[in-house]
């Protein structure tokens, strides 16, 4: 997958979860046109299950056949690369067959069978740091995966109740297991359970957390975004509105500009 392989910085996008088809290929066809403009290779993201959900009630995706067939036509209809979450081994094989990085949720980030499952499909893993992992413990996890295509990616530790913090050393300290790291700018910046029966976040800070990140050095960006983030059926208070894309990207490049 030339987006990682050619050691460009890149750009991972898209909505938490797949709500329909048409929202996602509006979403991937704005981030699209941005990057190609920008020169920024682009990878779409969106899952078809959200597993951890802390309500019962909260939506959590159509759900595995359903979710894929979406995922194909966003990449047969815009030639994306595609990038979603697995849960348990017995998902692998059908998510592999459609696309290009399999990411492990913070979470489940320390699940052996997990990762090495999904390294064994031959396709990049996007493994993220749980929030009660410290950096150094992400090199151990990624030496699961025997392929060695697995990227590293932040998106803060847990500080106290219902917050998370970012220690920026920890893309450092990542950067040293040989891995491309990537910084999650939306999950980051989460409040869990901040919204009683759900979690919500800040996303007025994405922006300014992303400059941050790019100026400590990362292989790439990660962002959830929606065209209205007020009505999106899952982590409504975390996303970037879609309209603010190209500030984001645009104020990213300027800060790694500017440190070469």
């Known amino acids: 997958m030339q987006q990682v392989e050619g050691g460009d910085f890149f750009i991972i996008a898209g909505p938490c979860v797949i709500e329909s088809a048409d929202m996602c290929l509006e979403v991937a066809g704005h981030v699209k046109g941005l990057c190609e403009k920008l020169g920024l290779p682009y990878i779409f993201k969106a899952s078809y299950q959200k597993a951890n959900r802390l309500s019962a009630t909260s ?39 459609v696309v290009d990085v ?7 980030s320390r699940q052996t069978e997990l990762v090495r499952s999904a390294a064994a499909t031959g396709k990049w893993v996007n493994i993220k740091k749980g929030q009660f992992l410290a950096p150094e413990d992400m090199a151990k996890i990624a030496a699961k995966a025997e392929s060695g295509k697995v990227m590293l990616t932040e998106r803060g530790t847990t500080f106290g109740y219902g917050n998370l913090v970012v220690d920026f050393r920890s ?5 040293e297991s040989g891995f491309p790291v990537v910084f999650d700018a939306a999950h980051s910046l989460q409040l869990p359970g901040g919204g009683g029966a759900f979690s919500t976040g ?14 400590v050095g990362i292989d790439g960006l990660f962002v959830e975004t929606h065209p209205d983030p ?8 975390a996303m970037l509105p879609l309209d603010r894309m190209e500030e984001l990207l645009t104020s990213v490049i300027d800060i790694r500009k500017a440190g070469q």
């Open 230 to 237: 007020s009505k999106a059926l899952s982590d409504a208070g």
């Open 202 to 215: 800040q996303p007025q800070y994405i922006i300014p957390m992303a400059r941050a990140a790019s100026a």
């Open 59 to 97: 939506y959590t995706g159509p759900g595995l056949e359903a979710g894929l067939e979406v995922l194909k036509k966003v990449k047969d209809s815009l030639d994306l690369a595609i990038l979603t979450d697995v849960h348990e081994t017995g998902e692998i094989s059908p998510v592999a067959e």
């Open 171 to 175: 893309l450092l300290i990542m950067k």
């Open 102 to 108: 399999l990411q492990i949720p913070a979470f489940l």
